[in-house]
């Protein structure tokens, strides 16, 4: 029997379903949300988790068989009756910025107009270059597009800022002008790692399509997000890689005018099976530590998901 795999119907949802759907010889059901109908503002809708539940509603209505998300969308609270049942190999983790007449973050001229819907990005925007004229986005990558360089004065952009494995997907990142250094530019936690899920008790049906690697990565990062107690409401970068035998995870947590920001990271033996959780915890506690709690939302009552 053909899996049914459900995914959002935006042009970048579909991409990257389809890869999936390659994979396990599925069938692609495009699924429609309240999210994808309404230009609102995104955290008035409840975040980016809107999406997620038209799909998980799906999934448990036995509409489709699997569910493809951007990972970095969903809670990090366990979904009751479901599971992510693979995450493939990660794509590019960056974020990418695409600027009229090839500038850079550096070399925008003062004051350019520069789009983002993420409080992490404008914190970090603000952070890096106080000077900008920062707009509030919303729309799929070629609206947004659209906008840069524009003749409409109103709708001009001098520059956006995205995910580059979304552009990736696409086949749009010949809009880039530079791609952000994790380094320097953390980014969400799993941004550009897909999550594969299904009823609990068939992840059997899609566990070919694990990888291991970025399974670890990602469940490190948004550890942090999850100790925080934290979510869309907090500006937080978080990037776990390998290196030489060890895994190392890093996050950052910013003032959300980009004024103030705070750095943890640290790193332990990959072989061992707990990593991941362990370096979350290590990670997080130092951030309160440090002040968390008064620089950003972080705690009981913040939001739960992402751009």
Request: proline share 6%; net charge negative; charged share 25%.
């Amino acid at each position: 029997m053909t899996l049914r795999l459900g995914t959002r119907a935006s042009a970048l949802a579909m991409a990257q379903a389809g890869t999936v759907a390659a994979a396990l010889g599925a069938e692609l059901v495009p699924i429609v949300s309240d999210g994808d109908r309404s230009t609102a503002p995104l955290a008035s809708l409840g975040g980016a988790g809107v999406f997620a539940t038209a799909l998980r509603a799906a999934l448990r209505a036995g509409e489709v068989d699997v569910v493809v998300h951007s990972y970095k969308d969903l809670p990090t609270a366990p979904e009751e009756g479901l599971a992510i049942g693979a995450v493939p190999a990660r794509a590019d983790a960056r974020d990418a910025l695409c600027a009229r007449d090839g500038f850079t973050l550096d070399t925008l001229p003062e004051g350019a107009r520069v789009g983002t819907g993420s409080p992490r990005r404008r914190a970090q925007l603000a952070a890096r270059r106080p000077d900008l004229d920062l707009v509030d986005i919303r729309g799929n990558i070629d609206t947004r597009l659209s906008r840069v360089g524009a003749d409409d004065t109103e709708r001009r952009l001098d520059a956006i800022l995205l995910a580059a494995a979304g552009l990736s997907r696409i086949d749009r990142s010949d809009a880039v002008t530079e791609f952000l250094p994790l380094e320097r530019w953390p980014t969400a936690p799993a941004q550009g790692a897909l999550a594969v899920e299904v009823r609990a008790g068939e992840e059997h049906r899609v566990s070919r399509l694990d990888h291991r690697p970025t399974r670890m990565a990602v469940d490190a990062e948004r550890g942090v997000l999850a100790r925080l107690e934290a979510g869309c409401a907090a500006p937080i970068g978080a990037h776990a890689f390998f290196d030489d035998g060890l895994m190392f995870l890093t996050a950052r947590i910013y003032r959300p005018d980009g004024s103030a920001q705070l750095t943890s990271a640290h790193a332990a033996d990959a072989d061992d099976p707990g990593i991941a959780a362990e370096l979350a915890v290590r990670v997080a506690d130092e951030l309160l530590a440090q002040g968390a709690a008064d620089l950003a939302p972080v705690g009981p009552g913040a939001r739960e998901d992402h751009e």
